[in-house]
């Protein structure tokens, strides 16, 4: 449940991202305390198809979003789903 409800609640900040950014003032959002555990969740089977599509949404919010998911080291969780058999 612990990784669900991390998701979830992803999902809501990408939601209020969307409305800020919808109104402009998608400047003064905050980091999403979700991510590092989304970053985690793309080597769980069971949630990777989601967390795959909550961080493409995330990357999709643009060159910050990009940059932060860097900074927290997202290459190595990449580079581990890469090499994963499914």
């Known amino acids: 449940p612990f990784f669900s409800e991390q998701l ?7 939601e209020f991202a969307s409305l800020k950014e919808s109104r402009g003032t998608s400047d003064q959002l905050e980091s999403p305390e ?7 969740v793309l080597l769980s089977q069971a949630h990777r198809v989601r967390a795959l599509t909550l961080l493409r949404q995330f990357l999709d919010l643009g060159p910050w979003a990009v940059n932060l998911a860097l900074s927290l080291g997202i290459f190595p ?10």
Request: avoid cysteine.
């Open 8 to 14: 979830t609640a992803f999902e809501i900040w990408l």
């Open 34 to 40: 979700q991510l590092p555990v989304v970053l985690q």
């Open 77 to 86: 969780y990449v580079m581990k789903l890469l090499q994963s058999p499914e």
